[in-house]
């Protein structure tokens, strides 16, 4: 419950209120007549959002304050300490779960997500429906954790972080000397960060994307690795790909990198803003369950709102990248974005807010109707709505498992591929040593022989193929140019050989 006394509450700046929050524990009915016995206090509160302004349910951001005026962290409902939250209103999305999902699935696979509870606003005695009550992005042990930097951390390894930037609308950072986007300061804010500091994170930021575009990107020490840590971009992907978030990769997109001593690398999240993802937008495929959302510049190349940097569509040419995001993929698929798991947790929201959302639709009678972006068509009711995002998440699942790159160590084997082995060598032609992959449907024990072209054997090995894709170096360096067989043989008695060709 938020009372202004009297005030409007205004996009900016914030104004003071007062707060109070009732939860009588799990299990237990809480009533407007009840005591605050979670919280009572001072808050300060403006409307936040961009697009979402235009809808009569409003989202808020919200800082907790002492009686004397300062910033109070207060734990609010279970999550840790702090003073800032957002109140999210998930008006267009008539699940009203799109956010937690994501956020969920992203935690899941291991990574910082905001952290949410679902309540009922009374707002000056006005009830406002299921809003959303979430941590904000912020630098904290608790949130994003990287190292606190002072205004006068200007050399040496305090300046290299740490460091929160996004891309998203009306940008107030660097402009890119790469990806034609500009970015914003998260941490610290634009009238915070010291002239080092903004200087730093750009040129940091323009190496990592000068790696990423030179010919030598896959490079372990000169390419992108030395400047990004990957696994956390193969999450952010997948969260961003499993909902087909339209706004993915281009929009409160957020970044952040912690100092050179801990791991400067630049980190992909947290993830953040979902609600026009999982088939909720009417525009640019955001409803479809096919195609890469990475690609959006295709489907819309002329969005002005921004469109995707280079970045992911380069990592989809790296080919240990491409081999690490199957591999990725194959252990998550089965567990925390399996149908199974995800549908129990889209299933225990609806449970959880059943009763809610019956006033929530009453107050907000939007149930069958037109809001933008909605795509067609719309449920005319809670249930319809449920069922329709799950059966929607499984396509879309399913297309994924279809049509991620079938390469690396855990790649599948072929369909109506005959035999149980395959072998394959690149480069060909090649120079120094070089890598022999063996693709075998099971465990198995490999012949690996080499010839020169007067028969005499170069080299042989016994493989101990495991399922999926196995490398052997051959150790080439020394063979002089020329052309070599390579003769591959199993128990069953399958063979293979490749013409390979040294310069």
């Known amino acids: 419950m938020i009372s202004t006394n009297g005030q409007e ?18 299990g237990q009915r ?37 009686a004397t005026g300062g910033s109070l962290d207060a734990s609010l409902l279970g999550m840790p300490a702090e003073s800032d939250w957002v109140l999210y209103a998930p008006y267009t999305d008539k699940t009203l779960l799109r956010n937690v999902l994501a956020y969920t699935i992203a935690a899941s696979l291991g990574q910082w997500a905001p952290r949410c509870r679902f309540v009922e606003l009374v707002l000056n005695d006005d009830y406002r ?15 994003v954790a990287i190292t606190k930097i002072a205004s006068g951390d200007a050399s040496g390894d305090a300046v290299t972080g740490g460091y929160i930037f996004s891309l998203d609308k009306e940008p107030d950072g660097w402009w890119s000397d790469f990806c034609g986007r500009q970015f914003s300061y998260v941490y610290p804010k634009v009238e915070d960060i010291a002239g080092m500091q903004a200087s730093y994170l750009k040129k940091f930021v323009d190496s990592f994307e000068a790696s990423l575009q030179a010919p030598y990107f896959q490079d372990p020490e000169r390419g992108v690795r030395h400047y990004a840590d990957l696994n956390t971009f193969m999450d952010y992907f997948y969260v961003n790909e499993i909902s087909r978030n339209v706004d ?6 957020f970044f952040h990198k912690d100092r050179n001593t801990t791991d400067g690398r630049i980190k992909a999240g947290p993830v953040w803003d979902y609600d026009l993802a999982f088939r909720n937008a009417d525009y640019c495929d955001g409803s479809a369950d096919t195609g890469w959302a990475f690609r959006f510049n295709r489907v819309c190349p002329a969005d002005p709102a921004g469109l995707v940097p280079f970045w992911w569509d380069r990592l989809f040419k790296d080919t240990a990248y491409v081999a690490a995001l199957r591999c990725r993929w194959k252990q998550v ?17 609806a449970a959880l807010v059943n009763e809610a959302q019956q006033r ?33 998440l499984v396509s ?5 498992d279809q049509n991620l790159p079938n390469t690396g160590n855990c790649m599948d084997w072929p369909e ?5 082995f395959l072998l394959k060598a690149y480069p060909n032609p090649f120079t120094g040593d070089l890598p022999v992959r063996i693709l075998s449907r099971g465990q198995q024990s490999v012949d690996l022989l080499i010839y020169d072209m007067s028969g005499r054997r170069m080299y042989h090995t016994t493989v101990p193929a495991q399922q999926g894709m196995n490398q052997v170096l051959l150790p080439s360096a020394a063979w002089a140019p020329g052309v070599y067989l390579v003769r591959a043989a199993n128990g069953e008695g399958e063979k293979q050989v490749l013409r390979l060709i040294k310069r």
């Open 9 to 26: 509450i205004p996009d900016d700046p914030k104004i003071m209120a007062d707060m109070g929050i009732i939860y009588n524990g799990k």
């Open 30 to 66: 809480n009533s407007l007549a009840d005591p605050f016995n979670e919280y009572q206090g001072k808050i300060a509160i403006e409307i936040r959002g961009q697009s979402s302004q235009m809808f009569p349910m409003k989202s808020y951001s919200v800082d907790l304050k002492k």
């Open 129 to 143: 429906g299921v809003y959303v009550l979430m941590e904000k992005i912020k630098r904290n042990s608790n949130r």
């Open 248 to 253: 993915g990769y281009r929009l409160s997109s």
């Open 333 to 349: 698929r089965s567990g925390v974005v399996s149908e199974a798991k995800l549908t129990q947790v889209i299933d225990s929201i």
């Open 360 to 392: 929530h639709f009453a107050r907000w009678p939007v149930l069958g109707q037109y809001v933008w972006p909605n795509p067609q068509p719309i449920p005319a009711t809670y249930a319809g709505e449920i069922a329709q995002l799950k059966t929607w």
């Open 396 to 400: 879309r699942l399913h297309w994924i």
């Open 416 to 420: 109506k591929q005959p035999g149980t």
